[in-house]
C-alpha cells in the first residue's frame, strides 16, 4: 500500500471537494497524512479494502448510486465512527 500527497490531483474539477483519493493499493491526499488526522486515513484505508475484496463492484457503484448514498462510503463512514478515539 501507497500513501502519497499530491495536492495537485485535487486541482482537478471533480476531485476538489475530497481530501484522499483511494485508488486500489494507492492513497492520494491532498496535504500530509500528519494534517489530516487518522480519520481520513481510516476512510481511505477501508476503500482500499473494499477494492480489494470487489475490485469491481466497488468502483463500478459510483456510477449506479453516486458519491453520498454509495454503500461503500457508508461502510467507510461507519469504519471512523468504530475507530475514532474516545475523549473520555
Not at 62 to 69: K, T, V
Request: aromatic fraction near 12%; charged fraction near 25%; glycine fraction near 4%.
Amino acid at each position: 500500500m501507497r500513501l502519497w500527497t499530491v495536492p495537485a490531483f485535487f486541482r482537478l474539477p471533480w476531485l476538489r471537494r475530497f481530501d484522499g483519493y483511494a485508488a486500489w493499493n494507492t492513497i492520494l491526499l491532498r496535504s500530509p497524512p500528519e494534517r489530516n488526522g487518522d480519520d481520513l486515513i481510516v476512510h481511505e484505508l477501508c476503500h482500499v479494502w473494499q477494492m480489494q475484496h470487489r475490485p469491481l463492484a466497488m468502483p463500478l457503484s459510483y456510477l449506479r448510486s453516486g458519491y453520498a448514498a454509495n454503500r461503500f462510503e457508508e461502510e467507510a463512514r461507519r469504519a471512523v465512527e468504530l475507530t475514532r478515539a474516545r475523549e473520555d
